[in-house]
């Protein structure tokens, strides 16, 4: 059975304004068009978060939506060598079944089973939550403990960012209008290392991250604190690591104790940036503690 | 600009050639361009899960899928669960498990108990529970609709 | 017991669920005719303020629309109300609340519409806005409507409260808060209206109180009731909130398409609909008892007050039940009550599932806790002590008749989740990261309207020549299950099996004016009349049955769809064929049913009176783990316990335990609808929270039935008090885990932490800002 149907549908309030919609097949034509729309097109992949945001009153809607959901290099998660690759349109869904990442960067798979829904977790994507640069975008804290690095493509070429250094503020990136995400690429961890990441929200599920907590742990053989990273989330208008309570760990004996110091710590430079405001009250403790049970979390493993 | 964007999809096994408004949602076409309103406007920003579908197999929000988008993909809806007059095993087992209520977030449900039993025939409640985590539902407190997917009439 | 019956009480499908598993069932948004309109409301950019100036001539000249309407083009009652009529379907001079409409669109498209809204002009004298009706009520504040805000004082009295505290060894006062909850039916608000073809309208739409809707609608357009007719849509959830915001929007969609001549749709979105839609009522609830050390109660002394939002709507009713059960299912003979209700410029507050107990009980069963820890009893114990049982006396004079059956629904809940032991234990635990607490509440509740109005419904039971059946009533379904009860009575009466009978949607101009479906009264009130429908029609097809086999009446009767010798069992003539016979002989084949409600009294000045004609009882036991370092709760067991007199379908009556305790669970943990300075906060489902179904735990359900002769079959009810107790049980549950008690809710990641609320201020990054109780 074959049907056609070309009556066309308007709509108005709470929805989204006419825009020119491209869905190219491959990166010269995607690139073509960025550098052809600059500023004033939009790139939607799973649209679990630009979609909301065009339907809002008001929202300034793009004179271009280019859909790279069509250019299959730009799907699958692999492994070069020492490193690890994602590409830009893995779905949280994709990360949190990986084997490779279960095995590597486990933290990234829990990471990815906290965000939002089924539904969500199976459009929405990893380079989606960067590029959109919430706060409280779950996959970050994670892939910056991780040292990832994200590679950027536009007509003039491809560079390569520390994801660290790539967020100017909440909701802004310093990737170019031109530029498209490819993929997310980290080193490997040490085979000894553990990883761990906690959220916290107000309910237990489809739930906005009220505060996370990603850790990394490596303990050496001597049972002393080789390396530890710790990355929050929801706590900094953009994210870091915390070297000053990681700086607490290094060297030293992994306990409960050392661990609440280090959260302490967190809290402490939290309220260093942030300054002190309505919710710090309920944050500063809870940092810590946050802290304190990712440190552990990678410690039982 | 350009008022539509041709687009072919496979929706409920059949093949449609559809002119759709770059901006609007599937959710919008299947409702108003098709008449498939089995498929259910909770609250557009994909929290409720009224609208769940599954593109290719996967359970999603068609409020947050532009309609330009499913061009070549398949699309199941509510509409495409049973087989004429016979009922999905989900649906006897909705209706045998007291699983409707309203029965407004009923597609929605069924559409993500159908992902989930899909690639898994005996799942735990835990994961029952996390397969329908993205569908609100106001009147049953969800144990019966887990119950129903729990208990499906196995054949 | 159960032998007796062949259907009630058996496990039977819902009626209306086929159309719901396959996609088929039609909600009020998924009607559209050939040529309509689209309609839209133009609401209002202040809480409260005076109009200066509205001018339409710019929107007007927009192509595609067709008519734009103000107040003035309203032909009759411009305003609309059950209890006092001062809600407006269009303001003219003045907007009371951020939902107020001002002018509404009919247009060719749902944008242009969108275009044309923008495109009206409004200028506004700001008002001071009021936000807290504690402060609506000082004197000296600007009144809301009339000459003041107070708009509602009722009371209770009983025996000397004085003499009571006197007669007390100490005194234990607490003050709660409960916030503003918002329905959350998952369908929004949709219409659609037509222009009738010998004048008037028929609108099809997601309305719970047709009847009340269908008067209003009348009322604005100038017609007789009869030229209105609604259809109810299967309606996609309500919970209580489908009423006034329903009959506004049928009223303006009505007068749209009488307007233009043509069919007009309006359909809200979400945040239209949790903008404009009123809200179960925050309370503020100063609550004082008097006790002895032995536990008993000598004095309770209750003040509430009501944020009655800016309209009436159900606050005179919804506070009466408040006042009635204000102080639980417990002897105290002295007792004073009183319950205001304040206009404020907040959403207006109306009936939600619970009507004006959720409140009190969250107050009542917190302090029964409070009094159980000052006397060293456990929450059981001074419950089992204080607890109404057979002939107990209530607050208000009622002596009670039935079965009180508090006592057994309190011990099983207990029994069944291990109550005293874990009790205990937990209350003992020292430390620790996660702590684990149970708790307990229970209440009394009065069935249907009680002595707020009348109180009768009809059902309709037509058989068919074939032998197919049509049930039809005036009490509503919205997902409770009320036309799966009637049509299983109407069964159980006429011996036929379910799959005979179609129930039709309720349709306000072929039932008789049922009043609205509140109050659980869906099965004691529709159930009845079917059953009285399907008893005419069972004595006319027996008199058929008896001529036609040539026997007397007495020895036949109906069962498994056939016509039945009662002595013999033997199958006489098939259902089908016994219709088809009362067809042919002319006989009337339809029966219409009739529930009056037994009587009820109410002494407003006194405050004393039989308020309801019966009571159900219930209790909810739970056991919670609190996140001591977090704040955050999970709910780990639930037991829910409830004497509905009889389950007529059990699937159905879980069905609504389970729901009412996820709805409870978050009225306890999660839901609040915030509101600002008369500006909200939460307008969607991503910021305000309901329960998933990874929050909800497996719930234990345990139906008590103790047959109650005012139901049909001995039922009585269910929507209503599976949802009053989930909150204070989670909240005792806290406290025997924490130690501390929670005098607000919901029991948030703060609060449960901290003791106190933190509000978000206006700018990022500024100042702490804490409410402190």
Same mark, same amino acid.
């Given at each position: ?301 | ?41 909770? !609250?557009?920003? &994909? ?6 579908? *599954?593109? =290719? /197999?996967?359970?999603?929000? %068609? ?41 407004? !977030?009923?597609? &929605? ?6 992902? *989930?039993? =899909? /690639?898994?025939?005996?799942? %735990? ?31 | ?773």
């Amino acid at each position: 059975m074959y049907i056609r149907v070309v009556s066309v549908f308007i709509r108005g309030k709470y929805s989204m304004r006419l825009f020119e919609f491209y869905s190219p097949r491959t990166f010269d034509e995607a690139t073509a068009l960025l550098s052809q729309y600059g500023a004033d097109a939009k790139i939607i992949a799973g649209g679990t978060d630009l979609l909301i945001e065009l339907r809002k009153p008001g929202a300034k809607t793009p004179k271009a939506i280019i859909d790279i959901s069509k250019i299959s290099e730009l799907t699958g998660i692999r492994e070069e060598g020492d490193l690890v690759v994602l590409n830009a349109l893995t779905t949280h869904s994709d990360i949190l079944r990986s084997q490779t990442l279960q095995k590597h960067a486990s933290l990234l798979c829990s990471a990815a089973s906290t965000i939002g829904s089924p539904q969500i977790r199976n459009r929405g994507t990893v380079g989606g939550n960067i590029m959109n640069a919430a706060t409280c975008a779950d996959m970050v804290p994670p892939l910056i403990a991780l040292d990832a690095q994200v590679t950027l493509k536009s007509r003039g070429g491809t560079r390569t960012s520390s994801l660290s250094e790539f967020f100017v503020k909440p909701y802004v990136t310093s990737a170019r209008p031109d530029e498209i995400l490819i993929d997310i690429r980290f080193p490997k961890p040490p085979a000894a290392a553990s990883s761990s990441f906690v959220k916290l929200g107000r309910r237990n599920a489809v739930s906005i991250s009220r505060l996370s907590v990603a850790a990394i742990l490596h303990v050496e053989k001597n049972a002393l604190v080789k390396e530890a990273r710790i990355v929050p989330g929801s706590a900094f208008p953009t994210w870091q690591r915390v070297m000053e309570a990681e700086s607490i760990l290094v060297g030293k004996k992994p306990s409960r104790e050392l661990f609440a110091e280090a959260g302490k710590k967190v809290a402490e430079v939290m309220i260093s940036i942030t300054g002190r405001r309505w919710s710090t009250e309920y944050k500063e403790p809870v940092i810590a503690v946050l802290v304190r049970r990712a440190l552990e979390a990678c410690w039982d493993n | 600009m350009r008022e539509s964007v041709g687009i072919i999809a496979t929706i409920n096994k059949k093949k449609y050639e559809i002119e759709v408004a770059p901006n609007t949602t599937l959710l919008d076409v299947l409702r108003d361009q098709l008449g498939l309103t089995g498929t259910k406007r909770g !609250c557009e920003i &994909g929290e409720c899960g009224a609208c769940t579908v *599954l593109i =290719d /197999g996967q359970a999603v929000n %068609s409020c947050l899928v532009l309609a330009a988008q499913i061009d070549g993909h398949e699309i199941v809806t509510i509409e495409g669960l049973a087989d004429g007059n016979t009922l999905h095993p989900l649906q006897e087992s909705f209706l045998d498990h007291d699983a409707v209520h309203c029965g407004f !977030c009923t597609p &929605g449900m069924l559409m993500s108990a159908k992902a *989930l039993v =899909d /690639g898994d025939i005996d799942p %735990s409640e835990e994961e029952i529970r996390i397969a329908i985590s993205g569908n609100l539902c106001r009147c049953s407190g969800y144990q019966q609709i887990v119950d129903a997917v729990k208990e499906i009439p196995k054949k | 017991m159960g032998s007796k019956h062949k259907i009630i009480g058996k496990p039977e499908r819902r009626v209306d669920a086929w159309g719901k598993v396959t996609g088929r069932a039609k909600f009020a948004e998924d009607y559209s005719v050939a040529h309509q309109l689209w309609g839209k409301v133009l609401r209002s950019k202040h809480p409260h303020a005076k109009i200066l100036r509205i001018d339409t001539t710019k929107a007007e000249t927009l192509p595609g629309v067709e008519a734009i309407v103000t107040a003035r083009d309203i032909p009759g009652s411009k305003v609309f109300g059950i209890v006092v009529k001062n809600q407006q379907i269009l303001c003219e001079d003045r907007v009371r609340y951020l939902g107020d409409g001002i002018a509404l669109v009919a247009a060719r498209s749902r944008e242009i519409c969108e275009e044309a809204v923008a495109l009206i002009e409004i200028d506004y004298e700001p008002l001071p806005v009021i936000s807290d009706p504690e402060e609506a009520l000082k004197p000296g504040a600007l009144p809301i409507h009339g000459d003041k805000n107070e708009f509602v004082h009722h009371k209770v009295c009983k025996g000397d409260v004085e003499k009571g505290f006197a007669e007390a060894d100490f005194i234990i006062e607490c003050t709660f808060k409960t916030q503003f909850v918002e329905h959350s039916y998952i369908e929004p608000e949709a219409v659609l209206a037509e222009p009738a073809e010998q004048g008037g309208v028929v609108i099809t739409g997601s309305v719970q109180n047709l009847f009340s809707s269908r008067r209003s609608v009348a009322e604005a357009l100038n017609l007789p009731l009869s030229r209105v007719q609604i259809i109810q849509a299967t309606l996609g959830g309500s919970f209580g909130g489908k009423d006034e915001v329903m009959t506004s929007m049928c009223c303006r969609a009505a007068i749209l398409a009488t307007k233009t001549g043509k069919p007009v749709k309006m359909v809200n979105s979400r945040e239209e609909s949790m903008l404009e839609s009123y809200k179960r009522h925050p309370y503020v609830l100063y609550y004082k008892w008097g006790a002895k050390h032995d536990g008993s109660i000598t004095a309770m002394e209750v003040r509430c007050i009501a944020d009655g939002g800016a309209y009436a709507s159900m606050s005179p009713f919804v506070t009466w039940r408040s006042v009635v059960q204000a102080t639980g299912p417990y002897c105290c003979e002295n007792v004073k009550t009183d319950i205001y209700a304040a206009y404020t410029n907040n959403n207006y507050t109306g009936a939600m599932r619970g009507f004006g107990s959720p409140q009190v009980n969250f107050a009542i069963e917190s302090m029964m806790d409070e009094l159980a820890a000052k006397v060293g009893m456990n929450p059981l114990e001074i419950r089992m002590k204080n607890g109404f049982e057979n002939g107990a006396v209530t607050a208000t004079g009622q002596k009670l008749t039935h079965t009180v059956s508090l006592k057994e629904v309190l011990t099983k809940a207990a029994q069944e989740i291990g109550f005293e032991a874990k009790w205990q234990k937990y209350r003992s635990l020292k430390s620790g990261e996660k702590k684990r607490g149970v708790g307990l509440a229970c209440s009394y509740r009065g069935v249907s309207l009680g002595a707020e109005g009348t109180d009768a419904a009809e059902t309709i039971v037509s058989v068919q020549t074939d032998g197919s059946v049509i049930v039809s009533s005036g009490v509503t379904d919205m997902g409770q299950g009320a036309q799966t009860q009637m049509s299983q009575i109407a069964a159980e009466v006429l011996g036929i099996t379910m799959d005979r009978i179609q129930f039709l949607n309720t349709n306000t101009s072929r039932v008789a004016d049922s009043g609205p479906t509140v109050a659980s009264r869906g099965t004691i009130m529709g159930g009845t009349a079917a059953k009285n429908a399907a008893e005419k029609v069972k004595t006319t097809l027996l008199e058929v049955g008896a001529a036609m086999i040539g026997c007397d009446v007495g020895s036949l009767d109906l069962a498994e769809n056939y016509l039945i010798n009662v002595k013999t069992n033997e199958r006489l003539a098939s259902f089908s064929e016994l219709c088809a016979e009362c067809f042919r002989k002319g006989k009337p084949m339809m029966g219409f049913g009739w529930h009056h409600s037994p009587p009820t009294s109410w002494d407003e000045e006194h405050g004393q009176g039989d308020a309801y004609f019966t009571f159900v009882y219930g209790a909810n036991a739970t056991e919670v783990e609190v996140d001591t370092e977090t704040g955050k709760v999970n709910v780990i067991d639930f037991v829910s316990v409830h004497d509905v007199g009889k389950a007529i379908n059990r699937g159905m009556v879980i069905g609504q335990m389970c729901g009412g305790v996820a709805m409870g669970l978050g009225y306890g943990l999660l839901e609040e609808f915030e509101i600002e300075e008369g500006v909200p906060k939460q307008l969607n489902f991503d910021e305000y929270l309901i329960a998933t179904a990874m929050d909800v735990p497996r719930i234990r359900t345990i139906i008590v039935e103790n047959e109650d002769p005012a139901g049909p079959f001995g039922a009585k009810s269910v929507g209503e008090p599976t949802n009053e107790l989930a909150a204070p049980a989670i909240v005792n549950a806290i406290f025997n885990a924490t130690g501390r008690r929670l005098y607000e809710i919901p029991a948030n990641l703060e609060r449960v932490l901290l003791g106190h609320k933190l509000t978000r201020t206006g700018k990022r990054g500024s100042e702490v800002k804490a409410n402190h109780g």
